[in-house]
């Protein structure tokens, strides 16, 4: 391939006459990884894995990475793999772990940024599967100005005991049937040794999926990307595409900007609430907006919310995983129906080098009568998107609730506090959790966390205790995509900074309506100020190293929680 059809702006380590003229060292490292004078033309892509032993999301990466770099070469380009990090949601779920999970997104976009932008790679690949791998890799493509692609690892399998489907969440699910009596020892021990069966991430409409379905309906992986499991063949066979794909956009000089855009934007979020999705996906596309130099408000995510229904049966709330998509077309299929009703735009740019539309012309539509995963529009299982902007004397700059229906639209309740979520489990291991609590998690955000841990490990608790419709719980922190329940999270302002949050006591009553979009603390003015009075900021729990440096930069939830802006 020619060194001409690479953006004028990219002044390429693999150019011959760029290496000559101003550093002949760097053409020298070249040859000495092995590059022949004949790869010194060719365009260099680099290959971002996330790839690491330690998690199931994670652990085949580095091989789908080569499959990637094959057809890279196959295509006449130079493909260079290098790692970045990733952290286990959930296996940091519950634990103080858990702290460094949304900050790793940050990390692993700055990462993929210095390698790219200091090597002079003329484009990126990322090879992606725990929950924030993806969010990081987009960002980390939206500042450079190289063409880019997102490869998904793909979805986990569904475990199986006792002819019961399983997955992350059952894990959680069982240890609050535990703490209710209500699952034997040996069958709690059945169900966490055989939730999780190998390679992929976690197997419902969780962050992971959430994420990799979006990123596909906003252009920047390839279609189907999002519906192969890890392990099926078409996961390799993707990889091996992504060659001649980036060739493509090297020709035309596509990059992630002229693909991030306004109208792709809601498309990802259009898809987010139509299946179901995570929560975090609202950090996650501001944040993701932000890097692209474009803005993305909580109230612009509630337009979309208010237009487009819920027609996807999905865990956490539903019945089915990501697995039973492929079946019936895949994400694919889904966007197909949704530009076919007017709910996507088909003029946005895709990966392939084709439009939205262009991409879709030859998808099979979607069978209603022979499945029940997906439901027409005019049969949806909500009328109006699950995610829900709160707002109120406890969120004046918004929260965010995950209502799909099934929890009711309207709680109201005697608040018990908690300044960690591990007070919960004790909380309930004694029977202290009772219908018509409100459960408040707080000092929980982005800077008291620090790193706005999830609340997996709490709401499975109280769904596996048999109090998922009897009790609700908000918090300044964040939900895992596998939460389900009456939950709000990303409460701003935090605890941390004053916030309405850091001043509820047990027994204040608290009402959450998602029909009047409204967060409301019983109080009045008056004494919320005599206890705003009273107030002192706590000190931070860290001053040094990752997390003291988050808590310095870090953003708030309404902010998608970006680390990189004064």
Not at 223 to 229: A, G, K, L, V
Not at 450 to 460: A, C, D, F, R, V
Not at 476 to 495: K, L, M, N, Q
Request: hydrophobic share 40%; proline share 4%.
């Amino acid at each position: 391939m020619s060194s001409t059809v690479v953006a004028p702006t990219l002044n390429r380590y693999s150019s011959t006459l760029t290496q000559e003229v101003t550093n002949p060292a760097a053409q020298a490292m070249l040859y000495g990884i092995g590059l022949t004078e004949a790869d010194m033309s060719k365009p260099q892509i680099g290959i971002a894995s996330t790839g690491y032993e330690g998690n199931t999301c994670n652990m085949h990466l580095n091989g789908l990475s080569v499959y990637v770099k094959q057809g890279i070469q196959a295509n006449e380009m130079v493909g260079l793999i290098f790692n970045t990090i990733g952290v286990s949601d959930g296996m940091t779920n519950g634990n103080d772990g858990m702290r460094y999970s949304l900050p790793s997104r940050d990390l692993i976009a700055d990462s993929i940024e210095s390698v790219v932008a200091a090597q002079w790679y003329d484009g990126v690949i990322a090879v992606v599967g725990c929950d924030k791998n993806m969010p990081g890799a987009i960002m980390a493509m939206a500042r450079l100005e190289r063409p880019a692609i997102m490869v998904y690892g793909g979805t986990i399998r569904s475990g199986h005991y006792k002819g019961q489907k399983l997955d992350i969440v059952s894990a959680f699910e069982a240890l609050g049937k535990r703490f209710a009596g209500n699952i034997s020892d040996e069958d709690f021990k059945g169900v966490v040794q055989n939730a999780i069966p190998g390679a992929g991430a976690c197997g419902g409409m969780y962050t992971a999926n959430t994420m990799a379905s979006s990123i596909e309906a906003m252009g920047l992986s390839l279609p189907f990307s999002s519906s192969y499991p890890a392990t099926h063949e078409g996961k390799q066979e993707e990889c091996r595409k992504i060659g001649a794909a980036m060739k493509r956009l090297l020709e035309l000089n596509l990059t992630p900007k002229e693909i991030i855009t306004q109208k792709s934007l809601e498309n990802a979020l259009t898809i987010v609430m139509a299946l179901g999705g995570s929560t975090n996906a609202t950090l996650h596309y501001i944040a993701i907006a932000r890097a692209a130099g474009l803005t993305l408000t909580l109230d612009d995510i509630q337009k979309i919310s208010d237009r487009t229904p819920l027609i996807a049966d999905l865990k956490p709330s539903g019945k089915y995983y990501m697995e039973d998509m492929l079946a019936i077309g895949g994400v694919p299929a889904v966007m197909k129906y949704l530009l076919k009703e007017g709910l996507i735009h088909g003029d946005c740019l895709t990966v392939t080098g084709k439009t939205v539309a262009e991409n879709m012309a030859e998808i099979p539509e979607i069978d209603f009568e022979n499945q029940k995963i997906v439901f027409p529009l005019s049969q949806p299982i909500k009328k109006t998107g699950h995610i829900q902007i709160l707002y109120g004397n406890l969120a004046p700059e918004g929260g965010v609730a995950k209502i799909t229906g099934k929890e009711g639209e309207r709680f109201d309740g005697i608040a018990k506090v908690c300044e960690h979520e591990s007070e919960i489990i004790d909380a309930l291991a004694k029977g202290e959790i009772l219908p018509g609590n409100v459960i408040v998690i707080r000092n929980a955000g982005p800077k008291g966390g620090p790193g706005m841990s999830e609340m997996l490990k709490p709401t499975s608790a109280v769904m596996g205790a048999g109090l998922g419709d009897k009790v609700a719980l908000i918090t300044d922190g964040r939900f895992s995509g596998g939460t389900h329940g009456f939950v709000v999270g990303h409460i701003t302002p935090e605890a941390f900074d004053g916030g309405p949050i850091a001043l509820v006591k047990d027994g204040d009553r608290i009402t959450i309506d998602a029909t009047t979009r409204q967060l409301t603390l019983h109080v009045s003015d008056e004494e919320l100020a005599a206890r705003r009075a009273q107030w002192v900021q706590p000190a931070p729990k860290f001053t040094k190293g990752t997390l003291g440096k988050y808590i310095r930069n870090v953003k708030s939830a309404s902010e998608g929680c970006v680390t990189d802006e004064a």
